[in-house]
């Protein structure tokens, strides 16, 4: 669903044939993803020669969100230290070789040491900027930012004219996809709705997660079901269509099918890894304990917002980032004052 589609839905509510005010709109961030994408995209250096194109676009990216949703209240979320760790535990193989699929300008780095400095700078830098803005910046040691941001869009809405959106390009996010959970997704500048969902994989949000465990996942080094492909999916599983599925359900059709094709016999063979890589991937369930939940109660509670926006102006210039956000005296009054609570 295109941009002006979605928000002439949101705009209003209907109620027993009358038009309500629209509730509250939670803008959830998946801060590395928002990051790298920039980092790749714009290669931009200041007059010193520094790579500030992650930088720099970073926050051009953050107030062209918040200019398109309006939210009243922003999370920007980040991976905590050893976020990996409790996925690892049970498929040691998760997201490993990552560090080999880097994204190096030549142009501006002479090797891989010196892009990874830069990246670390430049989100060290991200992180003081988010300082002096009035957002709630969100981390936890051994927590990803995925199951932190399932867990808000969770406990976010406390209405149903709430709405809560996810950015980022992570397909992961397509199975949180409900009536108060909204995905979108940069690349495609596109949202998606349950509809969206249903469009493009034929099926509701909450079997994504299905799809992905049977497909598997490349980014994430999950193994999918050998011989299984998105078309083969659809024709041995039409359930998926129109039912709300589980991985046992998935299991005993595959029982009851067993003799008519291999990939039947492979899934009922190979279930013990199957739930493994359910588990890894099910953000239903994020992997977040009972402490770190009442930590993030906290976080949505507080009223304590920062908003110092001549620090971040000075804090610009400092770095010369230039033209990257035209008029930047302006921008982070226009587009942050409105989040002051």
Do not use: C
């Amino acid at each position: 669903m295109k941009h002006k589609e979605l928000l002439k839905l949101l705009d209003s509510v209907q109620e027993d044939g009358k038009e309500t005010a629209s509730g509250e709109r939670f803008l959830l961030i998946d801060g590395l993803n928002l990051f790298f994408r920039n980092f790749a995209m714009m290669n931009m250096v200041n007059p010193d020669g520094v790579h500030i194109g992650g930088l720099g676009g970073f926050f051009r990216s953050l107030g062209a969100e918040i200019r398109r949703i309006d939210p009243t209240q922003v999370y920007v979320v980040f991976d905590g230290v050893g976020s990996s760790n409790n996925r690892k535990n049970i498929v040691p193989e998760y997201k490993s070789g990552r560090d080999l699929q880097r994204i190096t300008n030549w142009e501006v780095f002479d090797n891989h040491e010196e892009e990874d400095d830069s990246k670390v700078d430049q989100i060290v830098r991200i992180i003081q900027y988010l300082k002096t803005l009035p957002v709630k910046t969100v981390s936890i040691d051994k927590v990803e930012a995925d199951d932190i941001i399932a867990h808000l869009s969770r406990i976010l809405p406390k209405d149903k004219k709430d709405k809560a959106f996810i950015v980022s390009s992570d397909k992961d996010f397509i199975q949180l996809v409900s009536d108060n959970v909204f995905l979108y997704r940069p690349m495609e500048k596109e949202y998606y709705t349950k509809q969206t969902v249903y469009d493009k994989y034929k099926m509701s949000p909450k079997n994504f997660i299905l799809y992905k465990t049977l497909l598997g996942d490349n980014s994430d080094k999950i193994r999918g079901v050998k011989g299984l492909g998105e078309k083969g999916l659809m024709k041995k599983f039409p359930e998926l269509q129109n039912s709300s599925l589980t991985l046992k359900d998935i299991v005993q059709i595959s029982e009851s099918k067993f003799k008519e094709h291999v990939v039947y016999a492979r899934i009922v063979q190979g279930i013990d890894e199957l739930e493994k890589n359910y588990k890894v991937m099910d953000l239903s369930n994020p992997m977040i304990d009972e402490r770190d939940k009442e930590y993030l109660k906290e976080v949505v509670n507080s009223k304590e917002l920062n908003y110092i926006p001549d620090q971040f102006v000075a804090m610009y210039h400092q770095d010369q980032l230039g033209g990257m956000i035209r008029n930047v005296d302006f921008w982070v009054k226009d587009v942050f004052a409105k989040l002051v609570i």
